[in-house]
């Protein structure tokens, strides 16, 4: 029975004794996690926290002994010494930096972007953190002179300074000579006071430099000859955006190993240099769109396609004077995935070697002078999203074959000449295509008949088929199946009569037509065109209540009758009122106050009678009156007395005006281009002060009795 007890006993201790020594082990592990950190850079990060404005409270974070634990702050497992400070996690912050950051000797990483220091100067105390290897201070709403005590920090291998306000600058670069082992440098939107050539001195001094990105930086210059002998290493050169005014310097080209080259809008003109094979080779994305830069570019696609490991991903030349057809070997480029050549003076075909390019998500075309038929391979490239082939020449057609595999297309537009090109796709083109989001034909065959293969979109947000042959009626299902935000159907035959076509909600352009009917009254769209129709009947008396937030309104050549309504001056940001060449009789409306956005009125060709409202006079940004031909009568000695300086063009003529013009009208108008008030009934002399507008060029003063 002792035997027993000793034996459960010494069981017990063993029990214990493991028990207890996985406790100690424990307890000196944690033990050791709260020694790591050292309590003077704790206490610096306490004043660094008081100093710092954090109105959402993340700081609050920074509670408790072990610093290490905090929230943004990494150490040295060994040492203890804090390593890494990032202030990502509480976004907003600013007030001051506390000067004891520089306590925190051992620091290689600080991270403050997105952060807002309102305006402060970047902190010469970070010159003193000479551990450092990683800083970015980017936009982070600092101001003022870039200290040049950043140059103490030679271990640096990151430097991104940044702001998006333009408020940062640098009177001499010479610090930056001192950074020899940076890799990364970015100072977007700096203003480098510096010349180009003093700048690209001190970054020469940078042979471990693999990207530099100095985009709006108020560079003036690119120099001749190449100013990097030092660098071998560069992948990413991003200068977009400098007021360079020169041409492209052959070096450029000879940066073999650069994967990303950006120089848009910077005002660089002339033609390419010439482009040898192999030169580079390895680009990724180049951007050279909003320059002037011109020539023929055949010759570079062709010599950039040979290249062995085609890796060219990204290709911009948009808004250029570039000319040149695009090359069979377009082909090549087969990871390509965006690829604008807009607004530029290429012609020629599509090569049917661009179905090849089975990674293009954005193809874009507009606005060139390109010409010939749409190779039906195009319709393979099953990843594109975008296809903009608007202002262009082609010539023949467009069928289901063109657009059978484009499964992701969300975005399409296309126009010709003369409607030299015809859309001839039938119902089961949308078959595959169900994301159609923008869609925009133009001076193109499409109809006779509605295009019956809109209907299965349901994410359509806008539809444009301008000038497309189309006639009958606009189908009942436009109305009902989606949310659009424009719809333009402008220049068709499209008949019968105008029904409300509720799902628009932004702009509705349906002029040119032979619509029949009354206006139906559109509640939410900001732009309502039915000019040119034969839309009859009267505008209801709530037009101004029902379409409040109109901005633009174009009734004009029309069969509308009747008055047009007071609450028309419930329309407060309307722009743009033309209600000319319809039969609208009445006075017009006395009340014009609260319009104060109103530049263009025109209800010239009507019967309307009566007086001018002065209150129109008064409109603040009024520069157009256009009342000719209307039965219009009112002596206009008096009506220009309190008048907007804005008006340019006042058309008064075929009405029944009578008195003198005022000599004041030098006065109220000084910017009167254009004066008309032809056949009237005006008497007294031409006022002498009317050869003082400057900016009078048209005056008709005919068939009065002046
Ligand atoms: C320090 O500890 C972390 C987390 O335990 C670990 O990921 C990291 O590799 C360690 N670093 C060193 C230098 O030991
Ligand atoms: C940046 O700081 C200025 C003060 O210099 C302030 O007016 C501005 O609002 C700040 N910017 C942002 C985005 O908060
Ligand atoms: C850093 O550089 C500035 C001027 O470039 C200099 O005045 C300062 O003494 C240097 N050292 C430290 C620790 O900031
Ligand atoms: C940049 O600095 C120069 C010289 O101080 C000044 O003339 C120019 O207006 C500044 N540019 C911008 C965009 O602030
Ligand atoms: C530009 O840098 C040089 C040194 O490279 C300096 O001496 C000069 O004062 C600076 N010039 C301007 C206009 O800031
Ligand atoms: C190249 O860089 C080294 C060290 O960074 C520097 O001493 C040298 O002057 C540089 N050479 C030129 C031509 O700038
Ligand atoms: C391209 O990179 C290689 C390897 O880093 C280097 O040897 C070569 O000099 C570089 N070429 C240029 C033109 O910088
Ligand atoms: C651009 O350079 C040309 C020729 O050197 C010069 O005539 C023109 O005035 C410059 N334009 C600007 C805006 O500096
Ligand atoms: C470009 O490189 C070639 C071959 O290495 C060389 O002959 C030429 O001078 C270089 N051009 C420029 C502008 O540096
Ligand atoms: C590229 O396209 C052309 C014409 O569509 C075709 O004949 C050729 O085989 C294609 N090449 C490759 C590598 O797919
Ligand atoms: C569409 O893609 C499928 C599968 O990739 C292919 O078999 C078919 O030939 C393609 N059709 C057209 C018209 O390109
Ligand atoms: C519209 O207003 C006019 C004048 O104020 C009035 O004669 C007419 O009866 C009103 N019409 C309707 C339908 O309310």
Not at 1 to 22: A, C, E, P, Q
Request: glycine share 6%; proline share 5%.
């Amino acid at each position: 029975m002792g035997k027993m007890t000793i034996t459960k006993l010494s069981r017990y201790f063993i029990i214990h004794l493991l028990v207890l020594l996985v406790l100690t082990t424990y307890v000196v592990r944690s033990l050791d996690a709260n020694t790591l950190c050292i309590n003077e850079e704790r206490e610096a990060l306490l004043k660094i926290k008081k100093d710092l404005k954090d109105p959402a409270n993340y700081l609050s974070l920074w509670d408790g002994m072990n610093c290490c634990n905090w929230a943004g702050i990494e150490c040295d497992n060994q040492t203890g010494h804090v390593l890494n400070l990032d202030f990502h996690f509480a976004p907003n912050i600013g007030g001051e930096i506390n000067p004891s950051i520089s306590d925190l000797k051992y620091l290689k990483h600080l991270d403050l972007s997105y952060s807002n220091f309102q305006g402060i100067p970047i902190p010469k105390v970070f010159g003193s953190l000479n551990m450092l290897r990683y800083l970015d201070i980017s936009y982070a709403n600092f101001s003022g002179i870039v200290p040049t005590h950043l140059g103490n920090l030679s271990n640096l291998q990151y430097l991104y300074i940044s702001t998006s306000f333009y408020s940062l600058w640098v009177q001499d670069v010479t610090w930056l000579s001192t950074l020899s082992s940076l890799q990364f440098l970015s100072m977007e939107y700096v203003n480098i006071t510096n010349t180009s050539h003093e700048l690209f001195r001190a970054v020469n001094m940078m042979p471990s430099l693999l990207e530099l990105s100095l985009i709006s930086c108020n560079l003036r210059t690119l120099p001749p000859l190449f100013p990097f002998e030092n660098i071998t290493s560069l992948l990413v050169f991003d200068l977009s955006q400098n007021p360079f005014n020169s041409s492209i310097p052959s070096w450029l080209f000879n940066m073999s190993n650069l994967t990303h080259l950006g120089l848009s809008s910077s005002s660089l003109r002339g033609p390419f240099p010439l482009l040898r094979r192999g030169n580079l080779c390895n680009l990724q994305n180049m951007d050279l769109s909003n320059n002037d830069l011109t020539g023929d570019i055949t010759q570079m696609l062709d010599t950039l396609s040979y290249c062995s490991n085609q890796g060219m991903k990204k290709l911009y030349l948009s808004s250029n004077y570039l000319t040149g057809k695009l090359p069979h070997s377009v082909g090549e480029f087969n990871n390509l995935v965006d690829l604008d050549l807009s607004s530029n003076s290429f012609s020629g075909p599509i090569p049917a070697t661009i179905g090849n390019l089975s990674n293009l998500e954005y193809l874009n075309f507009e606005g060139n002078m390109m010409n010939g038929e749409i190779p039906g391979s195009i319709g393979q490239l099953t990843q594109l999203t975008t296809l903009n082939l608007f202002r262009n020449n082609w010539e023949g057609s467009m069928t289901n074959i063109h657009l059978h595999n484009l499964t992701n297309l969300a975005v399409f537009s296309i126009s010709s000449k003369q409607n030299s090109f015809a859309f001839k796709v039938t119902q089961d083109w949308t078959q595959y295509i169900k994301n159609l989001f923008y869609v925009k034909i133009s001076d193109c065959q499409v109809g006779p008949a509605f295009p019956n293969w809109l209907r299965n979109q349901k994410f359509l947000n806008t539809l444009i088929l301008q000038n497309a042959g189309i006639s009958g009626e606009i189908p009942s299902w436009l109305c009902m199946f989606f949310q659009i935000w424009e719809l333009d159907l402008s220049h068709n035959k499209i008949s019968g009569h105008l029904s409300k076509i509720t799902n628009v909600s932004n702009y509705v352009n349906l002029s040119f037509n032979q619509l029949k009917g009354s206006i139906p009254l559109w509640s939410g769209v900001k732009g309502l065109d039915l000019s040119n129709n034969l839309l009859s009947g009267t505008l209801p008396n709530n037009t101004g209540e029902e379409m409040s937030h109109l901005m633009f309104l174009d009734l004009s050549n029309n069969h509308l009758s009747g008055i047009i309504p007071l609450s028309i001056y419930r329309i407060q940001n309307l722009l743009y009122l033309v209600l000319s060449n319809n039969h609208l009789t009445g006075t017009i409306p006395v009340f014009w106050m609260g319009m104060p956005h109103l530049r263009i009125i025109d209800l010239s060709n009507n019967s309307l009678s009566g007086g001018i409202p002065t209150s129109i006079f008064s409109l603040p940004s009024l520069s157009i009156l256009e009342l000719s031909n209307n039965n219009l009568s009112t002596n206009l000695s008096l009506a220009f007395q309190n008048c907007t300086p804005k008006l340019q063009i006042l058309s008064l003529g075929n009405n029944r005006f009578f008195g003198s013009i005022p000599k004041e009208i030098t006065k109220n108008l000084p910017s009167l281009a254009e004066l008309l008030l032809r056949g009237n009934a005006l008497t007294g002399s031409i006022p002498e002060e009317l050869y003082v507008l400057h900016s009078l060029h048209v005056l008709d003063l005919a068939n009065n009795n002046l």
